[in-house]
């Protein structure tokens, strides 16, 4: 059992920060790849960026510049600053990791519950 948990959603203008964080507990061995993702009604979820468990970045080309990833592996944490916020930005937004878990070497995805992020214009 894997528990991911967003924080960090709400309102904001256009132009305005907002700083996502996404904490991860339970069976957790090891955590590869996390990342954000979001989706917006009509839509299929989309990758807004990634960061390795060395700290490796991609992000997609909408946010790039604008956002930035990170993690923090002692807090099974991932961050995802997002500055100069734009109307299209507004969505739900997903946190993803790839867990290893204890007793085992199997490779799993979850995702957290998602957090709102509304941009006004």
């Known amino acids: 059992q894997v528990q991911l948990v967003e924080s960090g959603g709400g309102l904001v203008q256009t132009g305005g920060s907002l700083r996502l964080s996404c904490a991860a507990s339970?069976?957790?061995?090891?955590?590869?790849?996390m990342g954000w993702y979001r989706q917006t009604p009509g839509k299929q979820r989309e990758l807004v960026a990634t960061i390795t468990s060395s700290g490796i970045p991609n992000y997609t080309d909408s946010v790039a510049g604008r956002f930035t990833i990170s993690r923090d592996n002692a807090k099974k944490t991932v961050y995802l600053q997002m500055s100069s916020l734009k109307a299209e930005d507004t969505a739900k937004y997903y946190c993803?990791?790839?867990?290893?878990?204890?007793?085992?070497?199997?490779?799993?995805?979850?995702w957290g519950q998602g957090t709102q992020v509304t941009v006004s214009s």
């Open positions: 993803n990791a790839e867990v290893v878990h204890r007793d085992g070497l199997d490779l799993r995805p979850y």
């Open positions: 339970g069976n957790i061995f090891r955590i590869n790849d």
